[in-house]
């Protein structure tokens, strides 16, 4: 009787210290690579995150998703979440090796901006910035299409623009009107150029530009890489960028821009790397903070197949759905 008695009280006490483990708070550090045009919503969704579980160290390190990506699969700097501008970026770079998962969560278009010092800004429109662009003394640039899909996104823009204005030989002006030095390693870099005057135009996506307070040209849906329903068009337009080994290339076809964010199958901190993703994907929290920002979720977010849906740690399953 007393075995029994004493069995039953470990049993009681098993249950609850497993019970305690297992509504731990989240706790420790959480490293996030993520888009430099998350930046800032990440921010505030870091902020807000912490304001809920005060035992998680958020540590954010941003540029642009394909360098962040092969920080990881090639460089082998240890990290727990990557956000991705690019969700492809994730497919080619990640999945497989370094996660089981690649969930969609957001959409973004590509928009010109620019400042009240900016040449000829009293005078640009959806319809003829193609000619500003190609106006000698206009400084313009765009990020780095090996490193950022801002980059290669806004060359897949151009490509697009040739076609749809009916100017022949656009892209091939545009471009010799823009020096290599107005390429920089990420979009965001762009920004204090265009506020200090030192550069005209920049091609950034439409939630920096709100972000920022930029003035900003808005394009047709057919070239702005924002509506899926255009991606027939937008796979017209391709670029080619570096591979993954030196010497080797890959080529970039348009589609609509579409987030993309992960777990690290080996990362430090799964537990809280966990809560922030829930927190994410949230309606109510980090989904609500990228609409407020100018980039519109998909809610609820996606993942393409049952197979992967069925590897998403249990918590999230509630806020993702299969879609392609």
Not at 198 to 210: I, K, R
């Given at each position: 009787?007393?075995?029994?008695?004493?069995?039953?009280?470990?049993?009681?006490?098993?249950?609850?210290?497993?019970?305690?483990?297992?509504?731990?708070?989240?706790?420790?550090?959480?490293?996030?690579?993520?888009?430099?045009?998350?930046?800032?919503?990440?921010?505030?969704?870091?902020?807000?995150?912490?304001?809920k579980y005060p035992k998680v160290d958020i540590q954010r390190e941003s540029g642009g998703s394909t360098k962040m990506a092969r920080l990881i699969s090639e460089v082998g700097k240890p990290a727990d979440i990557m956000g991705s501008a690019d969700y492809t970026v994730i497919d080619k770079n990640l999945l497989?090796?370094?996660?089981?998962?690649?969930?969609?969560?957001?959409?973004?278009?590509?928009?010109?901006?620019?400042?009240?010092?900016?040449?000829?800004?009293?005078?640009?429109?959806?319809?003829?910035?193609?000619?500003?662009?190609?106006?000698?003394?206009?400084?313009?640039?765009?990020?780095?299409?090996?490193?950022?899909?801002?980059?290669?996104?806004?060359?897949?823009?151009?490509?697009?623009?040739?076609?749809?204005?009916?100017?022949?030989?656009?892209?091939?002006?545009?471009?010799?009107?823009?020096?290599?030095?107005?390429?920089?390693?990420?979009?965001?870099?762009?920004?204090?150029?265009?506020?200090?005057?030192?550069?005209?135009?920049?091609?950034?996506?439409?939630?920096?530009?709100?972000?920022?307070?930029?003035?900003?040209?808005?394009?047709?849906?057919?070239?702005?890489?924002?509506?899926?329903?255009?991606?027939?068009?937008?796979?017209?337009?391709?670029?080619?960028?570096?591979?993954?080994?030196?010497?080797?290339?890959?080529?970039?076809?348009?589609?609509?821009?579409?987030?993309?964010?992960?777990?690290?199958?080996?990362?430090?901190?799964?537990?809280?790397?966990?809560?922030?993703?829930?927190?994410?994907?949230?309606?109510?929290?980090?989904?609500?903070i990228l609409q407020d920002m100018g980039q519109p979720p998909f809610i609820p977010c996606r993942v393409p197949t049952q197979e992967m849906y069925d590897k998403l740690p249990g918590g999230?399953?509630?806020?993702?759905?299969?879609?392609?």
């Open positions: 009787m007393k075995l029994r008695f004493s069995l039953c009280i470990l049993a009681v006490l098993s249950l609850l210290v497993f019970s305690s483990q297992a509504m731990a708070e989240p706790a420790g550090k959480v490293a996030i690579f993520h888009a430099g045009s998350l930046s800032v919503p990440f921010a505030e969704i870091e902020k807000n995150f912490e304001q497989g090796k370094f996660t089981d998962m690649n969930i969609r969560f957001a959409t973004n278009q590509l928009v010109l901006c620019y400042t009240d010092q900016s040449r000829l800004a009293g005078k640009i429109n959806d319809t003829n910035w193609p000619e500003i662009l190609m106006t000698e003394g206009v400084v313009w640039g765009h990020s780095d299409p090996n490193l950022d899909p801002c980059g290669y996104r806004s060359l897949m823009v151009l490509q697009l623009a040739e076609s749809y204005y009916k100017i022949p030989g656009f892209y091939n002006k545009a471009i010799a009107n823009r020096p290599e030095k107005n390429v920089r390693p990420k979009s965001v870099e762009l920004i204090s150029l265009l506020k200090t005057g030192n550069m005209d135009y920049a091609w950034e996506y439409l939630s920096v530009a709100v972000q920022h307070e930029l003035k900003y040209v808005a394009l047709p849906d057919e070239i702005n890489l924002g509506n899926y329903k255009y991606d027939s068009n937008y796979k017209n337009a391709q670029v080619e960028v570096t591979g993954k080994k030196p010497g080797t290339t890959i080529t970039r076809t348009g589609k609509s821009c579409t987030y993309g964010i992960c777990l690290i199958k080996d990362s430090q901190n799964p537990e809280a790397a966990t809560a922030f993703l829930e927190y994410l994907m949230d309606p109510e929290g980090g989904l609500k999230l399953k509630k806020l993702v759905e299969i879609k392609e």
